[in-house]
Each structure stands twice: as structure tokens, then as C-alpha cells.
């Protein structure tokens, strides 16, 4: 039962141009949503969240949006920029517990 | 950097045998989890502590067992390996801060292989 899903598996964006990535999720009971970026040969690394009581959050050029009703989120990067390839997953909890991840998203910025 | 290291980096063992993999944590961060990641999927939970008591556990069989020590240290400890259990074991680290959403920090990984 795959209660987090990210349906791309890859996504390929220009230098500069918008990166867009999606989530979506089953359990309307998740009320924190993370996205995490994961390099080769290393541990993902926090980029930004989001509490379920709010829309929309902003940390320089990443956004999240979060659409409660349709059960989806999307992680915006702009501008994008060759160092943001690597593999994109997002994540679910409730409160304090357990992250639920999807299977990622690997996304390659060409210069 | 998140201050979450694990060791070894990368460990082969054969099938039925014991491992053990270790964390330590952030400073004053009282809850470790502990992931799977197979292949091409994203991690899975296998269990969480909080102050070195067990506090959720996953889909995982009891040959998967924990430790969490006072000086924000962890073990995973696995049995009877099967060839399944290859993969990159991560740890992360929160507050544990009961009732707050937490980010959890996660260290490098131990890639297990299984021969």
C-alpha cells in the first residue's frame, strides 16, 4: 500500500527554467509533508516542509504547495541550477512519527 | 552536514549472519529512526526510539532489533540475514519534542551487501 507516490521517475529541466516536481498521497490523516534531496552515496538532506494547516511555503528559490483536497503537493525550484540534479523525495508524518516517502524523483538540470 | 554520522560506510556479510550498524545522533536530539532504502525505492521504516525506549515499529520482522544509548548513540541490529536485506541502512535524528512536527536529519548510510 503505497500511501505516498511520486509518479515521475525523472525530469529533465534547463538551466534557469522552472522545476516542478509532484507528490501525491492517500492518508488525509498526514499533517506534516517534508521534501528531502538525496546525492549518490549519501543521506537525503533536508530542503523544506510543510505543516498541513497552511498552502504554501517559501525558502529562497524552493516552494512547496500543498493542495489538501486533491491529496497533492509539488516542490517548485526557480530558478533551477546544475548542482540541483539529484534525486528528489518527498515525505509524509504524522506529528512526531514515522516518514512515509515516495519512491523519488530524479531530476537532471542541464546547463 | 547534519551532524548524523553512521558507521561502517559499507559492510558484506553472508547469509545468516549477525550485523550490526551504528548511528550517532545530533546532540540533544532524543529520537532516532531508522530506514531501509532498497534499490530504486524510497527509504522505509523500520523503527524509531525515543529517550532508548522503542516507540513505533514498521513492517519489519523481530530479527530486526534497536538500541538507543544516553549519549545520543544507536544501534540496528539485524539476524539471520537474508539476501533481501541489501540495502543503505539510514539513521535520523529529531528532538523528540512529543506533539511537534519534526524534521528528521538523516546520516550518510551503511550499504549492506548480502553474498
Known amino acids: 500500500d503505497q500511501q505516498v507516490k511520486q509518479n515521475s521517475p525523472s525530469l529533465s529541466v534547463q538551466e534557469g527554467r522552472i522545476s516542478i516536481l509532484n507528490c501525491d498521497y492517500t492518508?488525509?490523516?498526514?499533517?506534516?509533508f517534508l521534501w528531502y534531496k538525496k546525492y549518490p552515496a549519501e543521506g537525503p538532506t533536508f530542503l523544506i516542509s510543510?505543516?498541513?494547516?497552511?498552502d504554501k511555503n517559501e525558502d529562497g528559490r524552493f516552494t512547496v504547495f500543498l493542495n489538501k483536497s486533491a491529496k497533492h503537493l509539488s516542490l517548485h525550484i526557480v530558478p533551477s541550477q546544475p548542482g540541483d540534479s539529484a534525486v528528489y523525495f518527498c515525505?509524509?508524518?504524522?506529528?512526531?512519527?514515522?516518514?512515509?516517502f515516495g519512491t523519488g524523483t530524479r531530476l537532471l538540470v542541464s546547463p | 552536514e547534519t551532524g548524523v554520522t553512521q558507521s561502517p560506510t559499507h559492510l558484506i556479510k553472508t547469509r545468516g549472519q549477525q550485523v550490526t550498524l551504528r548511528c550517532s545522533s545530533q546532540?540533544?536530539?532524543?529520537?532516532v529512526s531508522w530506514y531501509q532504502q532498497a534499490l530504486g525505492q524510497g527509504p522505509q521504516f523500520i523503527f524509531q526510539?525515543?529517550?532508548?525506549?522503542?516507540?513505533g515499529r514498521g513492517n519489519f520482522p523481530p530479527r530486526f532489533s534497536g538500541l538507543q544509548f544516553p549519549n545520543y548513540s544507536s544501534e540496528l541490529n539485524v539476524n539471520a540475514l537474508e539476501l533481501d536485506d541489501s540495502a543503505l541502512y539510514l539513521c535520523?535524528?529529531?528532538?523528540?519534542?512529543?506533539?511537534?512536527?519534526?524534521?528528521?536529519?538523516f546520516g550518510p548510510g551503511t550499504r549492506l551487501l548480502v553474498l
Open positions: 535520523a535524528s529529531s528532538l523528540g519534542l512529543a506533539g511537534m512536527q519534526e524534521t528528521q536529519y
Open positions: 492518508n488525509s490523516m498526514f499533517d506534516y
Open positions: 510543510i505543516s498541513s494547516i497552511k
Open positions: 515525505a509524509a508524518s504524522l506529528g512526531f512519527q514515522k516518514l512515509v
Open positions: 546532540s540533544g536530539h532524543n529520537t
Open positions: 526510539y525515543y529517550r532508548e525506549e522503542e516507540n
